[in-house]
């Protein structure tokens, strides 16, 4: 995929605010912290344009980046502790109402960290979005941080806790070492059917 043209087209909360449904989008959610932006950014090639931040539950908005003739989508991370109820509730309001009313949507992608189990919400997550007919990959965040060696061991904690049937849905990323970038572009195209 050429990225040249890579950019930050719109930042939405409410419906209104969403960008014309006119090309398919890729979205993309998980746990704040988890990897999100800095997947996206390593994905369009750039260093900077999804914002990373090492203080978790800062991306409260829906950013929508432009690639080409696709768009992928930053959902809100969700999950973080210190956050009122109301607060949580509200960030739940604005993922929902994209999941649901998203006609354009092709594929939602949850992302977890390699190294830790998924917790209540990633599975709450997941299941909705089987139940919801998306494909159910999972991008396995911060490959690096572990040894090659602990993949399929940390992969099949993860097959557990989410209750994936097949274990090749699950794929070890790193936006550090970017060695994915181009299998999981593959994988984007293949969907879309380019
Ligand atoms: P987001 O809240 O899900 O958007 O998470 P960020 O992309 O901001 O990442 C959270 C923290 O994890 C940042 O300090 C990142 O530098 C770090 N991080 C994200 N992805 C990776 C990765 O693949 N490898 C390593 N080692 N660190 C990562």
Redo the contacts with the bound molecule.
């Keep these: 995929m050429k990225t040249d043209d890579a950019r930050l087209e719109q930042v939405a909360v409410k419906r209104e605010q969403y960008p014309e449904p006119d090309v398919y989008e890729f979205a993309f959610a998980?746990?704040?912290?988890?990897?999100?932006?800095?997947?996206i950014?390593?994905m369009l090639g750039r260093k900077n344009l999804?914002?990373?931040?090492?203080s978790?539950g800062?991306?409260r908005t829906i950013n929508f980046y432009r690639v080409s003739d696709l768009r992928l989508v930053?959902l809100p991370?969700y999950g973080y502790a210190k956050v009122s109820k109301t607060e949580r509730n509200s960030w739940a309001g604005v993922i929902n109402t994209y999941l649901e009313n998203r006609e354009n949507l092709l594929e939602v992608l949850l992302?977890v960290d390699i190294r830790h189990e998924p917790s209540e919400l990633d599975k709450a997550m997941y299941d909705y979005l089987i139940a919801n007919g998306h494909s159910g990959l999972v991008i396995a965040?911060?490959?690096?941080?572990i040894s090659r060696g602990q993949y399929q061991n940390h992969i099949a904690k993860i097959q557990k806790k989410l209750g994936i049937k097949n274990r090749d849905n699950i794929i070890p990323?790193?936006?550090?070492d970017k060695k994915m970038v181009d299998e999981m572009w593959d994988i984007f195209e293949d969907i879309v059917g380019f």
């Design positions: 998980g746990r704040s912290n988890v990897g999100k932006s800095s997947f950014n390593a999804a914002r990373t931040s090492s978790p800062k991306t930053d991370g992302l965040t911060k490959a690096d941080k990323f790193s936006s550090v």
